[in-house]
């Protein structure tokens, strides 16, 4: 028996037409309008709570379900729009701490749990590449609710557009992060600038000259020149921690901090560098970093240099008659490596005309493009020629040792390490 319908009239079609394309523009709004929040809006928190309301609203559910538990399936983020439910995020982070959320199969049957057997939930993963990164739920409990693949389309698409809103919220939060430690490192270089001795002594007879060339904005390379108490007496210090970066860094601070109170207390080289290395040892042993350090006392009155040295780069000594080059050194640890060190200490007699070079591992390690390091027998070479150019003064000479080093290193963009120079160079009459 064939039922008797009533003819439907060109009107009643064009308002169904209606109704139905009102109902897609809203959709169309509402997505767009999600669209430019996830873009937009800067506070993570008020981008998510859109989710689920969203969710809910154009698949005609009763409710959604956002869960955000990226990494390692920990909850990060829950929030729900909709009909009161019994999910909460306690109960969650309790089957999570009770070690039951292990997969996205345990998220989807705990959340059907808690919602309830006579609810219908259908879900989709929040996915950032091949990486899932949470689970958008719709759910309803009308028994004529039907599933679509309309529905599941809208619902891809608040997921999709979620993820490329946590992707472009962590992009932000990254960028905001990296100026945050460019100012830092920018005031930390500034401040390590500022401890580098700007106005060298003046000492009668004597011309000094120091460069250094770090490989990030801070460096672990220190050099220092001080007064020593109680003579016409100056320390020319120079040093290099373990490694480069802030954390070397912070241990140069330390360690020219430290060792100008050492100077103060008026000890010979081999003492101060003991008690340097007394004092320092729990710092360094704790941070698994060392110092090494050479440490001499040119005494204006005799034209002495007594030095000693813990574990660092000898100096290398031109002498102006022989037009030799002599290396100064002494046995001593390394500033971190036995609380319980000793070092030795020597003496040799400048003449006018010498050149006492100091210099950190940096400039014998750089490298060229094979691998070939500038080594200590380059640096010599370098230094000689240096020194018996004519006029040649303590700039110079530092001017024309790092040439070299570059020259020999090119076309390597920056040093791997850090680089220092000082150079002390005695005048004739």
């Known amino acids: 028996m064939t039922a008797n319908l009533r003819p439907v009239t060109l009107q009643e079609l064009r308002q169904l037409l209606s109704a139905i394309d009102r109902e897609q523009n809203k959709i169309q709004e509402l997505l767009g309008f999600l669209g430019y929040a996830l873009r937009s809006i800067g506070n993570l928190k008020q981008l998510l709570e859109l989710v689920p309301l969203i969710a809910s609203t154009v698949t005609e559910a009763d409710g959604s379900i956002l869960l955000l538990y990226h990494p390692h399936h920990h909850l990060q983020w829950f929030d729900r729009q909709g009909k009161p439910v019994t999910v909460s995020q306690r109960n969650l982070h309790q089957l999570y701490q009770g070690g039951y959320l292990t997969s996205d199969r345990d998220w989807d049957r705990a959340i059907g749990t808690e919602l309830g057997f006579y609810t219908q939930v259908f879900v989709t993963p929040i996915l950032l590449g091949q990486s899932c990164y949470g689970r958008l739920y719709v759910y309803s409990r009308?028994?004529?609710?039907?599933?679509?693949?309309?529905?599941?389309?809208?619902?891809?698409?608040?997921?999709?557009?979620?993820?490329?809103?946590?992707?472009?919220?962590?992009?932000?939060?990254a960028i905001q992060e990296k100026k945050r430690q460019d100012q830092q490192l920018e005031i930390g270089a500034e401040i390590q600038q500022q401890l580098f001795p700007h106005n060298f002594p003046q000492i009668p007879?004597?011309?000094?000259?120091?460069?250094?060339?770090?490989?990030?904005?801070?460096?672990?390379?220190?050099?220092?020149?001080?007064?020593?108490?109680?003579?016409?007496?100056?320390?020319?210090?120079?040093?290099?921690?373990?490694?480069?970066?802030?954390?070397?860094?912070?241990?140069?601070?330390?360690?020219?901090?430290?060792?100008?109170?050492?100077?103060l207390n008026g000890q010979h080289p081999a003492r101060i560098l003991q008690h340097l290395n007394q004092i320092m040892y729990d710092d360094l042993d704790r941070s698994r970093r060392f110092v090494t350090l050479f440490y001499s006392e040119y005494d204006a009155t005799n034209q002495t240099l007594t030095y000693s040295n813990a574990a660092h780069m000898p100096a290398l000594w031109w002498r102006y008659q022989s037009k030799n080059i002599e290396t100064l050194d002494t046995i001593g640890a390394i500033i971190g490596l036995d609380p319980n060190s000793t070092y030795?200490?020597?003496?040799?007699?400048?003449?006018?005309?010498?050149?006492?070079?100091?210099?950190?591992?940096?400039?014998?390690?750089?490298?060229?493009?094979?691998?070939?390091?500038?080594?200590?027998?380059?640096?010599?070479?370098?230094?000689?020629?240096?020194?018996?150019q004519g006029g040649a003064t303590?700039?110079?000479?530092?001017?024309?040792?790092?040439?070299?080093?570059?020259?020999?290193a090119a076309p390597n963009p920056k040093p791997q390490d850090d680089m220092t120079i000082v150079v002390l160079k005695l005048e004739r009459d």
């Open 205 to 263: 007879g004597v011309q000094l000259a120091a460069q250094c060339h770090t490989a990030d904005r801070v460096g672990g390379d220190y050099y220092d020149f001080i007064a020593v108490p109680g003579g016409n007496r100056w320390a020319f210090v120079i040093g290099d921690v373990m490694g480069k970066g802030v954390p070397a860094g912070l241990l140069m601070t330390m360690t020219r901090g430290m060792l100008r109170a050492e100077v």
């Open 394 to 408: 303590a700039q110079s000479i530092v001017e024309d040792l790092f040439s070299a080093v570059q020259t020999f």
């Open 344 to 388: 030795e200490q020597a003496q040799v007699q400048l003449a006018p005309g010498d050149v006492v070079c100091f210099y950190t591992d940096g400039i014998t390690d750089a490298a060229d493009l094979y691998g070939n390091r500038f080594d200590e027998e380059n640096l010599r070479l370098a230094l000689q020629k240096a020194c018996q």
């Open 142 to 173: 009308n028994s004529q609710y039907s599933w679509d693949h309309t529905r599941y389309r809208l619902l891809r698409l608040i997921a999709d557009q979620t993820a490329i809103g946590l992707e472009n919220t962590t992009l932000a939060l």
